[in-house]
């Protein structure tokens, strides 16, 4: 079995950063892609960011030149440097991985249990 594990939400004013951590556990062997996905009330879950295992990245139009992902394939841990935040950023933040290899299994469309992040004006 494996997990993913977020960290890091919180309440931060508008203009404000947070970074977001996510740690994959488990008999693991490798990770494909990882991504930062988040949902606001109301609205419809919607892919923030992502990276793959060589470190190639993509963002939404949204975050570019604020976001910033990062990854550590040692650590089996993804990062989500958030700044400039603003309060349309706020939401639940989930992180996922299309595909971990584990030792006896593969597991596609891993996710985490999301963290919130608030942003207030």
């Known amino acids: 079995q494996v997990q993913l594990v977020e960290s890091g939400g919180g309440l931060v004013q508008a203009g404000g950063s947070l970074r977001l951590s996510c740690a994959a556990s488990?008999?693991?062997?490798?990770?494909?892609?990882m991504g930062w996905y988040r949902q606001a009330p109301g609205k419809q879950r919607e892919r923030v960011a992502a990276?793959?295992?060589?470190?190639?990245?993509n963002y939404a139009d949204s975050v570019k030149g604020r976001f910033t992902i990062s990854r550590d394939n040692a650590k089996n841990t993804v990062y989500l440097q958030m700044n400039s935040l603003k309060p349309e950023d706020t939401g639940v933040y989930y992180c996922?991985?299309?595909?971990?290899?584990?030792?006896?299994?593969?597991?596609?469309?891993?996710w985490g249990p999301g963290t919130l992040v608030t942003v207030s004006s």
């Open positions: 996922n991985s299309d595909r971990i290899r584990a030792t006896m299994t593969i597991y596609f469309a891993v």
């Open positions: 488990g008999s693991i062997s490798s990770i494909n892609v």
């Open positions: 990276i793959s295992s060589g470190g190639s990245t």
